[in-house]
């Protein structure tokens, strides 16, 4: 078998107003059958696509949130949320979805995909990957 | 001339919100849609700039809102939410609009 790579997806838009946001789940999804070691990133204006209660009848367009807590099935576990952009826009974590996975190292318990991590944190976890995809 | 703006980008990710609140004069109207509603969430960054212009009136579309999960009790106090209805009205009630796309 190849040699497992470490994938970063960066997500840095908003969801609705481009369709970066839903580009950007389909290749997660997609890339998930490939078994390697994937992260997602949400910053800037990327951790809108989280928010919680999104509810899109009156625009008309398709709601693809609940597709994000699908994530832990298809093995993505490190969901890292950026600290400063939250802050900047006026969020906290209680405003984003409750991601979980089940850990199958600790009998299948239930852990929390999301880490909240700082722009330098963030850093240098960008600087450990082998691909970064950016959308 | 009582002149009603929109603004559908949002104000973290581009100038629009900016250059459109520098153009806007006391007595008009800001209409926030797409995503440009960011900008009326309580605490953010983009906050002082509405609390910065008291002689303009801002307005918010509902359904946007909704849609990307930005509850009425987070927005700005003072900003009106609308639905299309209003949005409308906004339009037959002010001589001119403007698009900051």
């Not at chain 1, 490939?34 to 696509?49: E, H, I, K, R, T």
């Not at chain 1, 995909?113 to 450990?128: C, G, K, N, T």
Request: overall charge negative.
């Amino acid at each position: 078998m190849a040699e497992i790579k470490k994938f970063l997806y960066v997500n840095r838009k908003a969801p609705y107003g481009t369709v970066y946001a839903l580009e950007s789940l389909e290749v997660v999804l997609i890339g998930a059958a490939f078994d390697q070691d994937v992260s997602l990133a949400f910053l800037d204006d990327g951790v809108f696509q989280l928010a919680k209660g999104q509810k899109t009848t009156a625009i008309g367009m398709k709601n693809f949130s609940p597709t994000y807590s699908a994530l832990g099935d298809y093995e993505v576990k490190k969901i890292y949320v950026e600290k400063e952009s939250l802050e900047q826009r006026g969020l906290t974590t209680d405003n984003l979805l409750h991601l979980t996975y089940e850990d199958e190292d600790e009998d299948y318990a239930e852990k929390d995909s999301i880490q909240l991590v700082s722009r330098a944190e963030l850093a240098d976890i960008m600087d450990q990957q082998d691909v970064v995809m950016s959308f | 001339m009582a002149m009603l703006h929109t603004v559908n980008k949002s104000p973290f990710e581009r100038n629009s919100f900016d250059s459109c609140l520098s153009h806007a004069k006391d007595g008009s109207s800001v209409l926030l849609i797409e995503d440009g509603i960011y900008a009326v969430i309580k605490g953010s960054q983009a906050m002082s700039r509405i609390l910065d212009a008291p002689g303009v009136s801002f307005y918010v579309l509902g359904p946007d809102l909704q849609a990307r999960g930005i509850s009425q009790d987070h927005v700005i106090d003072g900003v009106t939410v609308v639905d299309y209805g209003g949005f409308v009205d906004l339009v037959t009630r002010h001589d001119s609009v403007q698009s900051w796309l």
